[in-house]
């Protein structure tokens, strides 16, 4: 997250256009560090987190049919990178959280 934070830094200090769909990526990645809260809380099944982790990515990784420009590749990037770790974080190994990452939202290097 602190990389995506850096990121998305960088891009509003050199006044990049930044995709409102990035912004609601995001924000779904937020909504599912909450649920993983919640998850560690009260264990039971993680499917919200899982939920929201990977509409992050599916969302952000939409926008490169469009856009291929440095700012935004990096926020894809770390946004789906953040997906991973996130779902790694409930329980899922590297293997299986990159598999449901690249159901959700494919490869990133496919798109376009």
């Known amino acids: 997250m602190r990389v995506l934070a850096r990121g998305a830094?960088?891009?509003v200090r050199r006044g990049d256009a930044i995709p409102p769909v990035l912004t609601e990526a995001v924000r779904?990645?937020?909504?599912a560090v909450?649920?993983?809260a919640a998850f560690l809380e009260r264990p039971g099944p993680p499917d919200e987190a899982r939920r929201?982790?990977?509409?992050?990515?599916?969302?952000a990784t939409e926008i490169l049919k469009e856009r291929h420009d440095l700012?935004?590749?990096v926020l894809v990037g770390q946004i789906r990178?953040?997906?991973?770790?996130l779902l790694r974080s409930t329980g899922m190994d590297q293997a299986t959280a990159?598999?449901?990452l690249e159901e959700a939202a494919g490869r990133a290097s496919e798109i376009g």
């Open 52 to 59: 929201y982790a990977l509409e992050a990515a599916r969302e």
């Open 98 to 100: 990159l598999q449901a």
């Open 81 to 85: 990178s953040a997906a991973v770790d």
């Open 34 to 36: 909450r649920s993983l």
């Open 28 to 31: 779904d990645l937020s909504r």
């Open 71 to 73: 700012a935004t590749s």
């Open 9 to 11: 830094a960088n891009a």
